[in-house]
């Protein structure tokens, strides 16, 4: 014990030096003793303070400063954490961080309208406005100086804060700014401007956080996961401009849609979403239960058949623009539940539908982009696109003429007969094409015109008319052609935007149809229509003729927003839970 206490001055030579000659030793010994215990104390005692400040900076770190860079360095979740501890030890202190109003007196848009014309460097300081938005930048430059962008109604304007413009009274500027941070909702009380190089800005004297955002959001290169833009749109809307454009364009769509009608003599009406049968298309309807009555209902798969009830009442021209849902598989073209738009027209038939349908597309067309072609990325952003020219009249191809054209096999009447179901089975093998399931006349029908002509026309809509009757039991008989009916459908690179025809409003004949379908539900076929009793009541009170068109607005807006997945377009698709 005595050598270690020993050991800080035995290995200084002069310490030595004294520790044997000079009578003073016990003196010097005592002094470099407890200083040499200072020292280590000294030394364990700062030690220790910097773990405990350590450690109090892991455990509450110190609030996010807007300017610092390093924010975007941070953990998604330390950024939320600490945003959290922030806002809610504000409300600790009184502080409404969710105020219940702000009353704005100018949006963005007419903010920047109203005074483009300023010249650079020109203040308004008397003209004292409001104006909110969400803080989509923040930067700074010094403590007295902050830029940020404001965003609002599909518009981006600079705030320019400056100290010397700031309303000292109300808050400390470097307080009031260090805490927003991107995606805060503000209000701001300023005056409008242009900087000195004449950038349009507002110069706030107070800005107020309406709302803060929590979380941290997307840098400036935009959110690409699709499954996070998909689950989470709002973030998708908020972060990516040309997503918000898809929506603004498909709204577009709609009114044009509603307008075109209108102007035609349609009214909008609304028809039932639940049923006591799902009729007016071929598909499997989603089930649902009313607990009161104790009845299974339907959720509608089509508008068709009370859009035509109508028709009987006396309303001439009807159309209806909503929900419809089909309990079926999920891919890019489809949805289980999408938005058709159904319209009934009396005392029209086929070829006034065919005539209606090339000026709605071309108008349609040219109202939202000056002119009749577009481009199209059909196969997906990474590779070229083709051109789609709108200009009428389209194309028209006979489902069987052209089948029998292609396959060089004569498809004979009737056609569910054993002899034409086994020439139809034979192509499809001979082919390699997917057999359908069951294998009935209409669904082998169709699953030849999907494979060898819905893709003839690549460039320009076209349509697919005279279909057999076996595949359209609502659809009138052609009045000229004995087993098909005067039907078309309008395909756009290969896929169906648009269905129609001239309507069947013979009872007898409806009631045929019907069980004929219900022949294909015995063998399997799930998607065969129900027969609608109270419907063919309806027939016989008297349809007058007519024709009925119905169309998916999803797909004609991915056609017309250059969008490979439906997803895209519809702004909450259906999507498989994570966990």
Request: proline residues 6%; hydrophobic residues 35%; neutral net charge.
């Amino acid at each position: 014990m005595l050598t270690l206490l020993f050991l800080p001055i035995l290995k200084n030579k002069n310490l030595n030096r004294q520790f044997f000659f000079n009578n003073k030793f016990l003196t010097l010994f005592e002094h470099n003793f407890k200083t040499n215990i200072i020292k280590v104390q000294f030394t364990t005692m700062t030690e220790k303070r910097e773990h405990v400040i350590s450690d109090q900076k892991k455990a509450n770190p110190p609030p996010m400063n807007a300017n610092k860079e390093d924010d975007a360095e941070l953990d998604p979740r330390l950024y939320f954490e600490n945003r959290s501890k922030l806002i809610l030890s504000q409300q600790e202190k009184g502080i409404n961080t969710y105020p219940h109003k702000f009353e704005r007196t100018i949006t963005i848009p007419d903010f920047i309208e109203k005074y483009k014309d300023l010249q650079n460097g020109e203040h308004l300081e008397e003209t004292i406005l409001n104006m909110t938005g969400r803080i989509m930048r923040v930067s700074s430059s010094g403590q007295k100086l902050r830029f940020f962008d404001l965003v609002g109604d599909g518009k981006r304007i600079q705030v320019l804060a400056n100290y010397s413009f700031h309303d000292k009274e109300k808050s400390n500027f470097v307080e009031c700014y260090d805490k927003i941070k991107r995606g805060d909702i503000v209000g701001i009380i300023g005056f409008p401007g242009k900087s000195k190089k004449g950038e349009l800005s507002i110069f706030p004297k107070e800005t107020i956080v309406l709302s803060p955002c929590l979380h941290m959001l997307p840098m400036k290169y935009g959110l690409k996961d699709t499954e996070i833009r998909y689950r989470q749109r709002y973030l998708d809307l908020l972060i990516n401009e040309s997503t918000r454009n898809v929506f603004i364009t498909r709204t577009k769509i709609i009114n044009f849609l509603r307008n075109f009608l209108n102007n035609q003599g349609f009214i909008e009406v609304e028809t039932p979403s639940m049923n006591l049968m799902a009729g007016g298309a071929s598909a499997r309807p989603f089930i649902t239960h009313h607990n009161d009555l104790d009845l299974d209902l339907y959720l509608r798969i089509a508008t068709e058949l009370p859009l035509k009830m109508l028709i009987v009442g006396g309303l001439d021209r009807v159309y209806e623009i909503g929900k419809v849902f089909r309990n079926e598989g999920i891919d890019n073209t489809h949805n289980p539940e999408f938005t058709s738009c159904e319209f009934y027209w009396a005392y029209a038939d086929y070829y006034d539908l065919i005539k209606w349908s090339e000026e709605f597309f071309s108008k349609l067309v040219y109202h939202l982009f000056g002119s009749y072609k577009i481009l199209y990325n059909k196969d997906g952003p990474e590779n070229d696109p083709i051109e789609i020219d709108f200009t009428p009249p389209y194309p028209k191809i006979s489902l069987v003429e052209e089948l029998e054209k292609i396959t060089k096999v004569k498809l004979d009447q009737p056609f569910d007969s054993p002899e034409t179901i086994n020439k139809m089975i034979n192509i499809i093998k001979e082919n390699n094409i997917e057999m359908p399931n069951p294998p009935t006349a209409a669904k082998l029908l169709d699953q030849l015109a999907s494979h060898f002509i819905e893709n003839i026309y690549q460039n320009q809509p076209f349509f697919i008319i005279e279909h057999p009757q076996i595949m359209s039991p609502l659809a009138k008989y052609h009045r000229s052609k004995p087993g098909l009916t005067e039907r078309l459908e309008m395909f756009i690179c290969g896929k169906e935007v648009l269905n129609a025809y001239t309507e069947l409003n013979d009872p007898f004949k409806q009631k045929e149809c019907f069980a004929s379908q219900q022949k294909d539900k015995e063998k399997g076929d799930t998607e065969a229509f129900h027969c609608d009793a109270a419907f063919c009541t309806s027939l016989e009170y008297g349809l007058p003729p007519t024709g009925g068109l119905g169309l998916g607005i999803d797909r004609i807006t991915m056609f017309l927003t250059n969008k490979n997945s439906i997803k895209d377009v519809i702004l909450f698709p259906t999507m498989k839970p994570v966990n």
